[in-house]
């Protein structure tokens, strides 16, 4: 294995999974959702993303990607994904009476941050279309060089969700102790609208698909 080829190749591949990691979505609203709570939670959630990611990373490239894009599997996904996304959002509006309290039972939607890593990845239609697409190229390339470049791929590629998710649950958790509760509660706001939005979003998608292959068969 040429070691500048597989550098060239970990450094374009970083820079392209830095575009589906940096951008804003569902598992970033709850992260600083979580994070407003929890120190750590950023760190949990990208365990829970990673225990999604990693195995899916391995399956696509021994044929998974052509489930993924079959329509009946992507509107399940959206289906699934929005509907999860809603009940977050609902967990955190109720939580906005009592936004730094651990012990209130409408704080739920925060609580489990490793699973709510797991779910909302396995949840996350663009996430999944990502990976078949995208990512196939990546991690096709990754092993025609070999086992230590897909490893390496897989490996860097997970690290730079752990460290951006981690920045962002600290800037959250630092954020919120020292201005106070009223910027925590904004927060949770502003995070609970936007698993509305990605929610509905994937919901109306989803419907649409469904609609469009009902009426055509």
């Known amino acids: ?26 598992l970033t609203a709850a992260t600083i959702a979580a994070g407003a709570r929890r120190r750590w939670a950023g760190t949990m959630i990208a365990v829970g993303h990673g225990i999604v990611e990693l195995p899916l990373i391995v399956l696509i490239v021994i044929g998974m990607d052509k489930l993924l894009k079959v329509e009946g599997v992507r509107i399940g996904i959206g289906l699934a994904g929005g509907v999860f996304l809603l009940m977050m959002a609902w967990g955190m509006f109720r939580a906005l009476r009592h936004p730094t309290s651990d012990d209130n039972q409408a704080a739920s939607a925060t609580r489990h941050p490793i699973l709510i890593g797991i779910i909302l990845s396995a949840s996350n239609p663009y996430f999944l279309l990502w990976w078949a697409t995208v990512g196939l190229a990546l991690a096709t390339k990754a092993v025609s060089l070999g086992v230590m470049a897909f490893v390496l791929f897989a490996l860097i590629h997970w690290l730079l969700d752990l460290i951006w998710l981690t920045i962002l649950s600290w800037v959250t958790f630092g954020g919120g102790k020292l201005m106070g509760n009223v910027p925590q509660r904004v927060i949770l706001g502003i995070c609970a609208a936007a698993m509305v939005f990605f929610g509905g979003t994937f919901l109306w998608e989803a419907g649409w698909s469904l609609h469009s292959l009902l009426a055509g068969s």
Not at 3 to 26: C, D, R, Y
């Open 1 to 26: 294995m040429d070691v500048n080829e597989l550098l060239t190749f970990l450094a374009s591949a970083i820079v392209i999974s830095l575009s589906g990691v940096l951008a804003p979505g569902a």
